[in-house]
Every structure is written in C-alpha cells, then in structure tokens.
C-alpha cells in the first residue's frame, strides 16, 4: 500500500506532464476560437441572411398551423360548399373540381 507521501511524490513528479499537456490544449483552444471567429466573420452576411430566413421560415409556419388548426378540412379537400361558391358563375365547373 503507497502512503500519501508516496502519492504526493509521484503526483509533484507528474506535474510537469501535465502542465506541458494543459498547455498544449490552452494553446488548441486559442487556434480553434481564432479559427471561428474568422470564418464567422468572413461569412456574417450569410449567417444574418440565414437567421432572418428562419425567422421567416417560423412566422410561416406558425399561420400555416394556426390556419390548419382553424380549418382542418384544407389538409383533406375542399367542402363542396367552397367549389360551388367560387364556381357558381362558371357553369359546370362545381362538379369538375369536386372530382
């Protein structure tokens, strides 16, 4: 069994390792941050474009649901009542778009 001298012994005779390792992952950080910060700026144009098509994107796609919720029959056809109404002037067209 190692006594607690002997842990610290070999922790202080690691130490140097160790720090040489934190050091060389400080330094991986610092070039990968660098990295994005530049390719983020080269391409920020594109990201705000990006951001503001999901905006869009999500403002769509809440009225769609909100009109699906509100009117659940356009996801399956339209009711006879709506062709009829829209084609009552054109005769003949109510039966051709019911079918």
Aim: charged share 35%.
């Amino acid at each position: 069994m190692t006594s607690s001298k002997e842990k610290v012994a070999q922790t202080l005779k690691n130490l140097p390792e160790l720090l040489n390792k934190l050091d060389a992952s400080v330094e991986n950080l610092k070039e990968i941050t660098d990295k994005t910060d530049r390719i983020v700026g080269e391409n920020r144009q594109n990201v705000e474009a990006t951001m503001e098509n999901v905006k869009e994107i999500t403002t769509n796609l809440k009225e769609l649901t909100d009109d699906v919720k509100k009117h659940p029959w356009k996801l399956i056809r339209k009711p006879w009542s709506i062709v009829i109404r829209k084609s009552k002037n054109i005769k003949g067209t109510a039966l051709r778009e019911h079918r």
